[in-house]
């Protein structure tokens, strides 16, 4: 069959996908092959780049301070995931249940999602001031007698991490409430029939309906946890000293304010081959390409 005859049939061709890969060459690869280009240069944003080869990629091995970023954004990730997943999967579930109590619940529940990450750091940044916040109050609470928890190198890591869950998490709750009410009633009649208690039936039936949704929310959760940056910027500037310097705020400190713009493009080729690396792996450990329908043979 001829192209022609392929279009008036209606089967998509090649000229269907030129918008969508126009765009993606134009944001995604151009830019990508950009900053692997200034990798390779000194510039300071103003005078143009001048090529020093690998001397960007030396001092990578040498900077301590990119070193511990590095640690800060594993750990950062790691605690995101298992943060919101083990509060956001039984909210979830929870929420996809009937009453109106419930559904009130999930309209306020969503509020931080709609708000912006400045907002949102601005927003905490008063709650957290040591003089009139609600930490002047908590502080003293969890051992900080000055009540400065985002001054405090051993709490502010922790501040950090609970301020992006706040505003995270009803994203993924939204996820798991959706799934849990796409599970089909008769799982749990059948299930009812064979005695199975609540928990039985969470533990038998929705968890294993939910599996896909899981891997889809870690994915999501562990690439966003390499792109947060407003937060920590409003929330810490990185500090105490660097307990909260992330990568990409150090990719930001280096480029705009120290105005070594090769050097901060090295540290977003770090950023970008760690964020495809994870997503790989993900992809591979938990099957996440060889997803199926859970209702295949349901009617």
């Known amino acids: 069959m001829s192209r022609a005859s392929a279009v008036e049939a209606g089967r998509p061709g090649f000229a269907w996908a030129v918008p969508a890969l126009a765009f993606f060459g134009l944001f995604a690869l151009l830019p990508m092959v950009a900053v692997g280009y200034l990798s390779f240069t000194s510039y300071d944003g103003l005078n143009p780049p001048q090529w020093i080869g690998l001397d960007n990629w030396r001092r990578l091995a040498g900077d301590a301070v990119f070193l511990d970023s590095l640690r800060l954004s594993a750990a950062l990730t790691a605690a995101s995931w298992a943060v919101q997943t083990a509060i956001a999967l039984p909210l979830g579930v929870y929420l996809a249940g009937p009453g109106r109590g419930r ?9 931080p999602l709609l708000m912006s990450s400045a907002a949102i750091a601005v ?9 009139f916040g609600l930490a002047s109050v908590l502080g003293p609470l969890v051992g900080i ?59 038998s039936v929705t968890l294993p309906q939910l599996r896909d949704t899981v891997i889809t929310s870690g994915v999501l959760i562990v690439v966003g946890s390499l792109t947060y940056f407003e937060i920590v910027l409003i929330l810490t500037g990185g500090g105490p000293g660097t307990a909260t310097r992330i990568l990409p705020l150090h990719m930001y400190l280096e480029g705009f304010r120290s ?9 977003a080729v770090v950023l970008l081959v760690a964020g495809a690396t994870l997503s790989l792996v993900i992809t591979r450990v938990t099957g996440y390409r060889r997803m199926t329908s859970q209702r295949e043979g349901l009617a």
């Not at 559904?103 to 509020?111: D, M, N, P, S, T």
Request: no cysteine; proline share 3%; aromatic share 16%.
């Open 259 to 267: 105005f070594q713009m090769g050097y901060a493009a090295a540290l």
């Open 145 to 203: 007698a000055d009540g400065n928890i985002t001054g405090d190198s051993s709490f502010a890591f922790g501040a950090v991490l609970l301020v992006i869950s706040w505003q995270f998490m009803p994203f993924h709750t939204l996820l798991y409430q959706a799934a849990t009410r796409a599970i089909p009633a008769m799982l749990y009649e059948a299930a009812v029939l064979d005695g199975a208690n609540r928990w039985q039936q969470f533990r």
């Open 123 to 131: 927003l905490w940044v008063t709650l957290f001031d040591p003089n």
């Open 103 to 111: 559904a009130l619940l999930a309209a306020v529940f969503v509020v």
